[in-house]
């Protein structure tokens, strides 16, 4: 039934994949914002580089697929299959977001199976699985993302299937990855997998050795490639020319389509296909029953023809089914003046909605959606399309008997109607200037942002951190600050000794003292003696020389009154006369004396103490005369006597003795 199928019943989405290489950034909002459109024709990278671009948008069978520009998912419409990703089978009229990830960068869909790509390269998979489309390994359906095998280097995926009749669905999938490579998966009765076989294969198998593949899309049961030269290639089933080659013979592997090398997108719809190339000329072929190759005709083609003269067409989206004998094959354009361009027919039973002019008719050459003029991106499945301005408006029409327009209802639109929901960032920014979200501060970035006032464009950036405002420098007592935000940059430095100054120089009895200040404040640390410094050690006493005889000697330093004594051994005899009795005479350390009994004049001798001891009877009216070798010794001698009995005790203390001495004691009559 299949190899002679010729006409029969078609259901399919616009698919197209193109490589990604971007990241998204991790932010949050009320609405879904997505990215700012791309222009969605690329320039097709060659010399070995990638088409820097991705899905955004994906337009399923009766439903939707959506990442915002925070990089999070969202779904609505049909979900018979867990096909929305949201864990069960409940239909959605608005978009709701799927799962808690703000990681993704590519989406697309086939027949009821969806494809995502995460910032990380990691693809993953929901819904419809009975051919094993969502590489699994198995053909059980997901209701919720799965992770496809454990690679992290996928760069782009398209979905592509359809109704083959009112209930057989095909379905297969086409993905490349960072290096170019070409993978391929799911149902392959037709070799739409491109492997040379037409055997179903549950998990990724590589297609052919190239590794310059840049831009894939997928029909029904037919697949296409553009690689880094420009060429097209296709392969697939074949019964009214959809591949391309001139011929109606199925391809098993990928054929090049003509000579051009100048090829940037292709999309493919049930068994139409359109693509444009650098110059922007649109071109198509394949099935043209519903006049959805915008010829003019509905004559079906084998090979690329040019659709009307324009060139300046910059993206293309088709899609096509035949519902149990009702045509339903729609394609859209865009040109470089933002105008909106439809085709073809929608006249699904019970809920027809047209290409979007006001009606249900066919038409088999681009006519215009609207008086707007500022479109940017159009996505389409067999059911029903959306456009983008470029006020970041959404826009749904055509059909919506599962809610797959958006707008939260199921009422069917022959005009585009705005899905007040769902946002993008429009191509005409209005913006303000930059508002502090999160001030910096000395140490942490903070956040700017800045909005658009024709759209809910949302731009944020991150402001460098302001760097400490340091403070005076630190001292042994305080530290240094920022005087921002009080944060100690250098600690105290402490006290730092510096040398000793003498405050007291050593004396000859007492040691010297010194003073120890902070180098760096100047402050007293330390008062007294340094250690192990002989030079603040008491001094020695500097003795005058001994003077012959003497038998003491003084320290001539100022103030000091150290004295030290020697021996000198002098011989005193005592002589007395008139007096009986015993006479004893004793010579002790005495005071300093004045030398020659001149005022103010000193040597450094010491006299004796000379004590005569008396022990006589005393002669009345007699004096006492005591002598020294002849000198009288008198009062200038510091005499002094004491009586007691018969004991006179006659004390000098100032005698200066040098020599041998004769004490004379004479007993005098008094005058």
Not at 288 to 310: C, E, I, S, Y
Not at 348 to 369: D, E, K, Q
Not at 576 to 597: L, Q
Request: proline share 3%; with cysteine.
């Amino acid at each position: 039934m299949i190899k002679n199928l010729q006409k029969k019943t078609f259901a399919f989405i616009a698919v197209i994949a193109i490589v990604v290489t971007g990241a998204v950034a991790g932010m949050t909002t009320g609405l879904i914002i997505l990215p700012k459109a791309q222009r969605v024709l690329p320039d097709v990278a060659l010399a070995g580089s990638s088409v820097s671009s991705g899905n955004t948008f994906a337009s399923g069978i009766q439903y939707s697929l959506a990442i915002n520009e925070f990089g999070q998912l969202y779904s609505w419409g049909l979900n018979s299959s867990g096909q929305l990703g949201l864990g069960n089978t409940t239909n959605r009229l608005a978009p709701t977001r799927v799962g808690t990830a703000s990681n993704w960068v590519h989406v697309d869909s086939g027949a009821g199976a969806s494809y995502a790509i995460n910032s990380s390269g990691q693809l993953w998979s929901w819904g419809y699985n009975h051919r094993g489309q969502l590489g699994h390994g198995d053909t059980t359906n997901r209701s919720t993302p799965t992770r496809v095998g454990s690679a992290s280097n996928w760069a782009t995926v398209a979905g592509g299937g359809g109704y083959w009749d009112a209930t057989h669905i095909t379905s297969h999938a086409l993905a490349i990855t960072t290096s170019g490579q070409l993978w391929a998966w799911g149902y392959n009765v037709t070799g739409q997998l491109g492997d040379g076989t037409t055997t179903d294969r549950y998990s990724p198998v590589r297609i052919g050795s190239e590794s310059n593949w840049v831009t894939v899309a997928a029909s029904l049961v037919a697949s296409y490639a553009i690689n880094n030269k420009g060429e097209l290639w296709a392969w697939g089933y074949n019964s009214v020319g959809q591949v391309g080659d001139g011929t109606t013979t199925d391809r098993t592997a990928p054929v090049r389509i003509g000579s051009a090398s100048d090829w940037v997108y292709v999309s493919a719809g049930g068994a139409a296909v359109h693509a444009i190339n650098n110059k922007g000329e649109l071109y198509a072929w394949g099935w043209n029953a519903g006049g959805q190759l915008g010829l003019g005709d509905t004559t079906d083609r084998k090979t690329p023809t040019r659709v009307g003269t324009a060139s300046n067409w910059v993206t293309v989206a088709n899609g096509g089914d035949v519902w149990g004998g009702y045509d339903t094959n729609m394609a859209f354009a865009i040109n470089t003046s933002g105008q909106l361009f439809g085709w073809g027919t929608q006249v699904h039973p019970g809920a027809a909605g047209g290409i979007g002019v006001g009606n249900t008719n066919t038409y088999t050459s681009p006519t215009r959606i609207g008086t707007q003029s500022n479109w940017r991106q159009v996505f389409t499945s067999y059911s029903h399309a959306h456009a983008i301005n470029n006020l970041g408006e959404l826009w749904g029409w055509s059909g919506n008997w599962q809610g797959q327009i958006g707008d939260g209802t199921t009422t069917t639109r022959l005009t585009p109607v705005l899905v007040s929901s769902l946002r993008f960032a429009c191509n005409n920014h209005v913006i303000s200037g930059w508002t502090v979200i999160d001030a910096p501060t000395c140490t942490a970035a903070g956040t700017e942002q800045r909005t658009c006032s024709n759209c809910t464009f949302v731009e944020t950036r991150s402001v460098n951190a302001l760097g400490h405002v340091l403070g005076p420098n630190a001292t042994c007592t305080t530290s240094q600050n920022c005087t921002r935000c009080g944060q100690q940059i250098v600690s105290v430095t402490g006290h730092l000794p510096g040398p000793w100054t003498q405050t007291k120089a050593p004396t000859c009895t007492e040691v010297g003292q010194a003073i120890q200040r902070c180098v760096y404040c100047g402050i007293s640390l330390f008062i007294g003696l340094p250690a192990n410094d002989p030079s603040y050690a008491a001094l020695e006493h500097d003795l005058e020389n001994w003077v012959e005889g003497a038998t003491s000697c003084g320290c001539k330093r100022e103030g000091c009154e150290h004295i030290e004594y020697r021996t000198v051994e002098h011989t005193v005899t005592l002589m007395a006369f008139n007096a009986e009795g015993s006479y004893t005479v004793r010579i002790e350390p005495g005071k300093r004396v004045v030398s020659n009994k001149t005022e103010g004049e000193f040597i450094c001798d010491t006299g004796f103490r000379i004590v005569i001891s008396l022990d006589i009877i005393w002669p009345d009216a007699k004096d006492v005369v005591v002598k020294a070798n002849s000198e009288v010794l008198d009062e200038f001698y510091g005499r002094s006597e004491f009586r007691e009995g018969r004991r006179l005790t006659l004390v000098y203390e100032i005698i200066h003795v040098t020599e041998d001495t004769t004490i004379t004691v004479e007993f005098v009559p008094i005058e």
